[in-house]
């Protein structure tokens, strides 16, 4: 909890390279805020981008240890007005509806702008060198089960990385995230 510097980086050590994201709170402040309380607690420590579909973007956030994923189900933060757009690059936490973003965040691929009115505001922009970066994570399983092939979020939830690794051995991770400045 707490509150979020007005501009920060942070730096997301993935298994393809580095991913630097610059986070403008005024952009997004709840969603700034609890993406700053989760990279101080190490959150995003060894957590894979399990949904990742070329030509729209790739999700991550659930974490590895199912304790982990227990505890974190509720925390819901307000919703913030979209202020920004769902551009390629852009970074937005995930959202079943309103009042129910959590730990989930995903980078848009491609302009996506048609997702601002459904409510996923940006918070933060991968810097433009490290898109790259970005475009290299492992797409081949894309969408989730029940409508794709890639892992089903609610095993993901009670099995965590066990599940992943065991079934869906091409993921990228997060290895670690941290503030830069």
């Given at each position: 909890t707490g509150r979020a510097p007005e501009r920060?980086?942070?730096?997301?050590?993935?298994t393809e390279g580095e991913v630097?994201?610059?986070?403008?709170?005024a952009w997004?402040?709840?969603?700034?805020?609890?993406?700053?309380?989760?990279?101080?607690?190490?959150?995003?420590t060894n957590v894979a981008f399990f949904r990742v579909v070329s030509g729209f973007m790739a999700q991550t956030g659930i974490h590895g240890d199912p304790a982990v994923n227990a505890a974190w189900r509720g925390a819901?933060?307000?919703d913030d007005p979209v202020t920004q757009h769902n551009t390629r690059g852009m970074v937005s936490f995930a959202t079943a509806g309103p009042g129910t973003r959590t730990?989930?965040?995903f980078i848009n691929f491609v302009d996506n702008s048609r997702l601002d009115d459904m409510g996923f505001s940006p918070?933060?922009?991968?810097?433009?060198a490290s898109m790259a970066v970005v475009d290299r994570l492992y797409a081949e399983y894309g969408e989730g089960a029940p409508s794709g092939r890639g892992p089903a979020q609610a095993?993901?939830?009670r099995e965590g990385n066990r599940y992943l690794r065991a079934e869906f051995p091409g993921l990228d991770y997060i290895r670690s995230a941290r503030i830069a400045n």
């Open positions: 920060f980086t942070v730096i997301l050590d993935t630097r994201l610059n986070v403008t709170r997004s402040p709840n969603g700034a805020d609890r993406f700053y309380a989760l990279v101080q607690a190490g959150y995003y819901n933060i307000p730990t989930q965040f918070f933060a922009q991968v810097d433009p095993r993901m939830q």
